[in-house]
């Protein structure tokens, strides 16, 4: 029938055009995904292990911060509470996706927030707000081939991983650190920014100093978010909405 | 089934909530208040900045100087800019100082 071919048609060149929109994260998002890969073999994590965890896990930031956790031997309940942790941020993503895919079928939907990722949820929102449709095919073709070449990407880095010979000379050990700043710096528009990162890195080195790691990170992630949550609302820049 | 495997598993699930829970949960609400949004907002330079801020505390010359080059060069430069940037610090300057 005419109309079954015209949607069909309609949603392959949506897919592709959601594939050519991909190709930037997708080349951005390699060199994190080898590291990855790299890393968690270092930590003590198999290649099979690193495989499996960029699959279901799919978030690049919270691999990193649960493979650095590993090898530090955390206990394993606070390893899962730091990757919902670092994760936690996906709420509002959801919150805010939502309404632009409700009218997708329930299945698709529980596909779509499965692959959620940062940049998934600011180009699809970038498309909802200029008055385009964010439908499944083009949301898919966004966000597929960036999961492909993650998971394949990170099983090569696991494999390669095991090759590196002197990984203090390449700075393998530091480059985490170096990627969170780099995520933290990414934040420094956000209002109260400054303050944020100044209670939550002091509390953290105090709690590093006194009650030793890993609490750190959630007594300095907690003071953090209480110092935004306790200051004036016109002080964090939310008071605006309605 | 190994620890790890658990692990992974657990993460998996955690992650999953993340991003189907804002839309069960807070598109309930009409609004949500002010500093439960100020708090959520803060989460994510919250969290990463305590993975950053204990390793100064035992970092040498050549990570000082890598994690200057990362801040200096995010002001201008992306994610992979930054990163790049400080990892060939990094890697330049363990070359003379180990």
Do not use: C
């Not at chain 1, 670092?86 to 993503?93: A, E, I, K, P, S």
């Not at chain 1, 966004?142 to 990407?153: R, S």
């Not at chain 2, 993460?11 to 609004?31: C, D, K, P, Q, W």
Request: aromatic share 10%; net charge neutral.
């Amino acid at each position: 029938m005419a109309t079954d071919v015209i949607s069909e048609s309609g949603g392959r060149s949506d897919f592709w055009q959601g594939v050519r929109l991909s190709m930037p994260v997708v080349v951005a998002s390699a060199p994190f995904a080898v590291l990855f890969g790299a890393l968690a073999v270092d930590n003590g994590f198999s290649v099979l292990e690193a495989f499996l965890m960029s699959a279901l896990v799919y978030g690049g930031a919270s691999q990193m911060v649960g493979i650095q956790l590993f090898g530090q031997h955390v206990a394993p309940w606070l390893i899962v509470l730091s990757i919902f942790a670092v994760n936690f941020r996906h709420v509002l993503y959801s919150a805010g996706i939502g309404r632009r895919i409700a009218h997708w079928p329930v299945v698709q939907q529980a596909l779509g927030y499965f692959i959620l990722t940062d940049p998934q949820f600011a180009v699809a929102e970038a498309r909802a707000q200029s008055g385009q449709t964010v439908g499944f095919a083009w949301y898919l073709g966004l966000g597929l081939p960036v999961y492909l070449f993650w998971i394949v990407e990170s099983a090569l880095g696991a494999l390669f991983g095991k090759l590196i010979p002197d990984t203090h000379a390449l700075g393998i050990d530091f480059l985490l650190p170096i990627y969170f700043l780099g995520l933290v710096m990414g934040f420094r528009k956000r209002p109260l920014w400054l303050p944020v990162v100044i209670a939550s890195g002091a509390a953290s080195i105090i709690a590093y100093k006194t009650v030793g790691s890993p609490w750190h990170v959630s007594i300095g992630a907690v003071a953090g978010v209480l110092l935004a949550v306790i200051l004036p609302p016109h002080h964090s820049g939310v008071e605006t909405r309605p | 089934m190994s620890t790890t495997f658990w692990i992974i598993i657990a993460g998996a699930i955690a992650t999953y909530l993340t991003r189907v829970g804002g839309h069960l949960v807070i598109s309930r609400f009409e609004n949500i208040h002010p500093r439960v949004e100020a708090g959520l907002n803060a989460v994510p330079a919250a969290v990463l900045t305590t993975l950053v801020a204990p390793e100064l505390l035992h970092a040498g010359p050549a990570e000082w100087a890598a994690l200057v080059v990362t801040a200096v060069v995010s002001l201008r430069g992306g994610l992979m800019a930054m990163f790049l940037a400080g990892a060939a610090v990094l890697i330049l300057a363990r070359q003379f100082v180990g």
